[in-house]
């Protein structure tokens, strides 16, 4: 904390400064590591593709006659609810419209059926596999191992210097809060301007500390009630309203066109998955795309798979690895990728319909309600989509609030409240600084420049998943009975 003091009080007292640096470094980042990034990202879905096919898929997280604990709607959800959340909501058509004005290579495919597929690998396996990666091996380190729920207990055994391990802890806890922050900031602003733009009012700056408020309110409460009593029945919640307000959708939109395109873009995606991975030949967007798109995901996923992957580790005692890298892996992919087959599709139809396209759907938040302004019972479905953006940034932060609770909390699996009401009040006022800084700044972009250094933050994350993953193979490769616990 006292660490994170320092650097919110340096950014308090040169803003500029502070701006400028972080702009440049991430910049460089993504400018000399995106290529690193890329193979990195495509080693992770290859090595976790092929442990969950081979014999090891078959050790268990935990003693050999346990069972999972959370069924697999429950597990789906959670683990969902926290590694994506409102970013489905916010890209849902945005993000397949500006890859189909702009598309990223020249191909054979149609444009609509290209940018779905370009969608599709920003948002799929290798996402996930840099969770599920960090999932396989927390979730090993805790239930076989039986490990404190430290980034550091994977290669304590390795690695004896107590500074270096409590290093690496620090670094994940500070990386997790910026993230948090990042998270909470922009999504009240977003959510701000959700309603400014629904019901036509002028809210500002008060509103949107009220919903940071709010927001936190919820999320503690969920926390405090722990994983059972809290973040599974918001996960759940938030996913079976997603899968209504998709069904919607879908049925009401032509049905045949998007299952056409879902079929066709996934199945090109995965024939072209590891020369889009490597950005071969006619599959190199050019260095300019790269960073401003695929480069910058990866490097926020990478920020995000510490805390995400430890949570759903935290989950997942009872699975063998074999469950939980296909669960982490292939579930929620299939589910994004139909997700934006239906709305990528829907747009893509009513722009054709409009003759010219006057960038209606440029903005990343504004543009899912100009698109529900097409369909019956608009209001409803943008009051839906607005309520739904709360649950998923409530369902992110309680899970991190957990997770953060964990760390500081001796490596307990389950910490005391003390250390979640702690966590959930510092983010909510770490959130509400920025927020009034941004407020009191606005020639500078403060919550994106939070959310840029979260790019920087990952670079380590990156060379450590490379190490933590070695070690991890050669340690489940030697034991002869890997199920014992």
Not at 179 to 206: D, E, K, P
Not at 459 to 466: G, H, N, Q, T
């Amino acid at each position: 904390m006292g660490i994170i003091f320092l650097c919110s009080a340096f950014v308090l007292f040169a803003t500029e400064a502070s701006y400028n640096a972080i702009e440049e470094v991430s910049l460089w980042v993504r400018t000399y590591f995106g290529y690193f990034y890329l193979y990195l990202g495509l080693g992770c879905v290859l090595l976790l593709f092929g442990v969950a096919f081979s014999p090891l898929g078959k050790l268990k997280l935990g003693a050999t006659n346990d069972t999972p604990e959370h069924s697999l709607w429950a597990w789906t959800a959670m683990l969902y609810s926290a590694g994506m959340g409102a970013g489905i909501l916010l890209r849902a058509v945005q993000e397949p419209i500006f890859m189909q004005q702009n598309p990223p290579y020249a191909s054979g495919l149609e444009p609509e059926i290209l940018a779905l597929e370009f969608t599709f690998y920003q948002w799929g396996f290798t996402a996930w596999a840099f969770y599920g990666l960090f999932a396989m091996v927390m979730g090993y380190a805790l239930f076989v191992r039986k490990k404190k729920v430290r980034v550091s207990a994977t290669i304590e055994d390795t690695i004896s210097n107590k500074v270096a391990r409590k290093g690496i802890d620090i670094t994940t806890i500070i990386t997790t809060v910026f993230g948090l922050i990042a998270a909470l900031g922009l999504g009240v602003a977003q959510i701000n301007g959700g309603l400014n733009h629904v019901f036509g009012g002028g809210f500002g700056l008060a509103v949107t500390l009220s919903l940071a408020v709010l927001i936190s309110a919820i999320a503690f409460y969920s926390a405090w009630q722990g994983v059972d009593k809290g973040i599974k029945i918001i996960s759940k919640i938030n996913i079976l309203v997603t899968f209504l307000l998709l069904l919607f959708i879908f049925f009401t939109s032509d049905m045949i066109a998007i299952g056409r395109a879902f079929g066709i873009a996934t199945s090109n995606y995965l024939v072209d998955f590891i020369p889009m991975s490597l950005a071969l030949g006619n599959y190199n967007p050019g260095i300019e795309f790269l960073t401003d798109w695929t480069f910058y995901y990866w490097a926020f996923w990478l920020a995000w798979a510490p805390f995400t992957g430890i949570f759903i580790a935290r989950i997942s005692k009872g699975r063998t690895l074999r469950q939980l890298l296909f669960g982490v892996l292939i579930l929620p992919s299939l589910g994004t990728f139909f997700w934006f087959s239906v709305f990528g599709t829907s747009a893509f139809q009513l722009i054709e319909s409009f003759g010219t396209y006057n960038d209606e759907f440029g903005n990343v938040f504004s543009s899912l309600f100009v698109f529900f302004s097409h369909y019956p019972l608009a209001t409803l479905l943008n009051v839906v989509t607005l309520f739904l953006l709360i649950g998923f940034l409530v369902t992110s932060l309680d899970s991190a609030v957990f997770v953060l609770s964990m760390f500081t909390d001796k490596g307990k699996k389950e910490p005391s409240k003390k250390h979640r009401l702690i966590w959930s009040v510092f983010i909510l006022l770490g959130t509400m600084a920025l927020l009034l800084l941004g407020n009191a700044k606005p020639d500078i972009d403060i919550l994106t420049a939070v959310q840029k250094l979260l790019i920087i933050t990952s670079l380590p994350f990156a060379f450590f998943m490379v190490f933590m993953a070695i070690l991890f193979i050669l340690e489940v490769s030697k034991k002869r009975k890997p199920t014992d616990p």
